[in-house]
């Protein structure tokens, strides 16, 4: 009888031990879904806005957006709010960059409004990436 109740406690701490370790598991795997989201999200804002300015000629900056230009035409826009950008293409919004903190734009040349490339600078949980983009088919 004594035996039986030895193997029903020692039981019950293992049962305690395993669903604690559960809930540690759940936890860890909780922050690396959330970082790995994080990390996709900015490797698909880089390449959406890399190959967004690839294809065009110019950008200009116009009633606080950046108007993105290719062979002439606009179709699509950047909107940059606080800490964060926008894509507008046609009836369409989508957020590229979170943790947005600084935008700079670099105009093709001092006579007209048009931006050849422009560098982004993000916070990234404890760190600062910047991001250098140059529209490719300018003319100088």
């Avoid at 559960?22 to 999200?41: A, D, F, M, P, V």
């Avoid at 369409?92 to 006579?111: H, S």
């Avoid at 409004?113 to 300018?138: F, M, Q």
Wanted: charged share 25%.
């Amino acid at each position: 009888m004594a035996e039986l109740l030895v193997v029903m406690i020692v039981t019950g701490i293992l049962f305690l031990l395993v669903f604690d370790g559960l809930g540690i598991i759940h936890r860890y795997n909780h922050i690396l879904t959330e970082r790995l989201w994080q990390k996709s999200h900015l490797l698909y804002s880089h390449q959406t806005l890399e190959s967004l300015l690839e294809k065009s000629d110019s950008l200009c900056l116009y009633d606080h957006r950046l108007w993105v230009y290719t062979d002439g035409v606009t179709r699509q826009s950047l909107a940059v709010d606080s800490t964060y950008m926008v894509l507008h293409s046609d009836e369409t919004a989508d957020t590229l960059f979170k943790g947005l903190l600084d935008l700079r734009l670099y105009p093709a040349n001092e006579d007209t409004r048009l931006i050849d490339s422009l560098i982004i600078e993000l916070s990234i949980r404890k760190d600062t990436i910047r991001l250098h983009y140059e529209t490719t088919r300018y003319i100088r």
